[in-house]
Each structure stands twice: as structure tokens, then as C-alpha cells.
């Protein structure tokens, strides 16, 4: 491991577990951070009942949620940004935002049990993605710029069709909205638990194919003649950052630009490409990157909390623009 490599990794984690503890403390309830590390030690720490129940049942499950689905975010967001060859592409890109939002919709309207919006999101993200990948296929072939036209166009279509049941909901869309921005208030260890299979099946599936998606940084054709059976390839990639991606709109909702920045961010600060470092070091990164967001989110003008979207969209926003910028320069 490169030194510049290692030393990212002790920042991250570093910044992973101040970040945390700040998170622990802050709220509602002030609990000491001494107290807290001591309680975490088993080292007593004087706490009362209701901070350890706070702690335990509240604040560490959405620690947890954020750095899951951080990571889900950041590590498909890193396999797309290969498989488009693109480093403005992000996980959304093939229509699984529009689509998950469509079932939220569909779950307001037929009024079902808040579980069921995530239920139906999910679905819904896997039919649409099974729709689009159905239809980008020419012969035994899937045409990736086909596949990309293809999801803006659904993506339209659905954004189009949420647009006006919000329109026809009128006030009572409140629900809907707090979806599209976001939340991960809601998080149990349940759902951790859940979210931890596709997480580690998904990592780890990108981990083992990280040498075939750094030949595609070589050029298809390159990588074809090296072996690589390109189409089946980036189809498979695309088809797991899908489903894995639905999974944490299902449970949190929209939250964009991570699978966006943080890829690029890692990319820029270890000038390489390579899918072997970028893979785990987007994975923790978008983990941090989330927990602070959501704990900005949450702390800032506590005890009024903002969406979790709305914060990565004021980081990710500027970002986007600069990628825009440098990409211009750069051509």
C-alpha cells in the first residue's frame, strides 16, 4: 500500500470516529463526550438510563444508517463513474431517483403504511431498471449510451407523472417531499441489519472485478482484446449499482451528489484511478462524508433539523460546477 494511500485511510478513520462522537453528544440531550468513550469502554462513565437509551436506540443506529448508505452511495457511484468513463456520472443516472420516487408516490396515493414507501421504492427501481436495461439491449448486446438515453427518458416521464400527483396531492404531499430530500431519522437496527447483506455482497462483488473495470479505463476495445467480455461487464456493474442503490432510497430516500463527489474527491487526492484503491477508500469516504452531512444536518439550527439532501446538495452542488469547470479547461 502507497504511503499517500495509507495515509488517506488513518485520516478517514480518524475523522470517522471524532465525527461520531460529536454526533453521539450533540442533540436534544447534551451527553459528555468523556462519558460516552468511558461507556463505550466499559469503563462506566456515569451516564443515566435515558442517555445510554438515547444512545443505543437513537443516535448510534443513525450513525450506522448514514455510514451504510454512504457507502452504498459512494461505491456504485464509483463502478458507474468507470463504466461510463465519466466522472460527472452518479448512481442516479439510469432513472433509479425518478423511479424510487414514483413508488413513494404510488404508496401516498394508495395510502398505504409508511413501510410501504420504501417497499414500493425498491420495487420499483428494480422493474424500471430491468425496463431500461430490456430495452438498451440490441441483439446479445447492451449500448450503454443507449442504455444512459434511455433512463433520462424514463426518468422524465416518471419525474413528469410525480410532478402532478404532487400538484393533484396539494398540501398533504408533505411525505413525498421529506422523501425526495432525504431522512435518515428513521433508522433501527433492523433496517442496519438489512442493509449490511447488500453492502457487503456489493463491495466486495466490485472488489473482485476491480482489475476488468480498471482495463475498461483502457478503452473497450483494449479491454476486450485483453479478454474482457466488456458488454456483460458493465451491464452486471450497472445492474448490482442499481439494486443496491434502490436499497438505500428505500430506506432513507433521495440523497444525491455522494456517489458523485466523493468517488472524484478520492480520485483527485490519490491522482490514480485505479478501482483497487478507489473502492474501499470511496466506500469509507462517502461513509464519513454522510455522517457529517447528516450531522450538520442535524445540529446547525437544532432543534429544526434540515433534510440530509439538502445539505449534500449545498456541498455537492459547487462540486459538480468545478468537475464542470475543470472538464472544460482540461478540454
Known amino acids: 500500500m502507497h504511503s499517500s494511500t495509507r495515509r488517506i485511510y488513518i485520516i478517514l478513520i480518524v475523522l470517522l470516529f471524532m465525527i461520531s462522537i460529536f454526533s453521539l453528544s450533540t442533540g436534544s440531550v447534551q451527553i459528555p463526550k468523556t462519558g460516552i468513550i468511558k461507556y463505550f469502554l466499559g469503563m462506566g462513565g456515569d451516564l443515566s438510563d435515558s442517555m445510554k437509551t438515547i444512545l443505543i436506540s437513537v ?22 463513474q468507470t463504466v461510463f468513463q465519466n466522472p ?58 443507449t442504455l444512459l438515453i434511455i433512463g433520462i427518458a424514463i426518468s422524465s416521464f416518471l419525474g413528469a407523472f410525480t410532478s402532478f400527483a404532487m400538484y393533484l396531492i396539494g398540501e398533504n404531499s408533505f411525505k413525498i417531499v421529506t422523501w425526495m430530500m432525504g431522512y435518515l431519522g428513521s433508522a433501527t437496527w433492523e433496517k442496519i441489519v438489512i442493509l449490511l447483506f447488500p453492502l457487503i455482497v456489493s463491495v466486495f462483488y466490485f472488489f473482485a472485478k476491480r482489475h476488468e473495470l480498471d482495463l475498461l479505463l483502457s478503452g473497450d476495445e483494449e479491454a476486450h482484446a485483453l479478454g474482457v467480455n466488456v458488454e456483460k461487464l458493465k451491464k452486471r456493474m450497472l445492474v448490482v449499482a442499481s439494486l443496491i442503490v434502490g436499497f438505500s432510497v428505500a430506506f432513507t430516500g433521495m440523497i444525491g451528489f455522494v456517489g458523485l463527489i466523493v468517488p472524484h474527491t478520492m480520485r483527485l487526492l490519490t491522482k490514480s484511478s485505479s478501482n483497487t484503491r478507489l473502492i474501499p477508500l470511496a466506500s469509507i469516504g462517502g461513509g464519513v462524508f454522510l455522517l457529517f452531512c447528516d450531522t450538520i444536518g442535524r445540529t446547525i439550527i437544532a432543534p429544526v433539523e434540515i433534510p440530509i439532501g439538502v445539505v449534500t446538495s449545498f456541498f455537492g452542488a459547487p462540486f459538480f460546477l468545478y468537475l464542470a469547470m475543470r472538464s472544460k479547461k482540461g478540454g
Open 88 to 145: 460527472l456520472a452518479d448512481p442516479y443516472i439510469i432513472g433509479i431517483a425518478a423511479s424510487a420516487t414514483f413508488g413513494a408516490v404510488l404508496a401516498f396515493v394508495f395510502n398505504l403504511p409508511d413501510i410501504m414507501y420504501g417497499v414500493l421504492a425498491f420495487v420499483t427501481s428494480v422493474i424500471v431498471s430491468i425496463i431500461i436495461f430490456k430495452l438498451s439491449k440490441s441483439g446479445n448486446k447492451s449500448d450503454i449510451t
Open 59 to 80: 443516535r448510534l443506529p443513525r450513525i450506522l444508517m448514514a455510514v451504510l448508505i454512504g457507502m452504498l452511495l459512494s461505491s456504485s457511484g464509483t463502478v458507474v
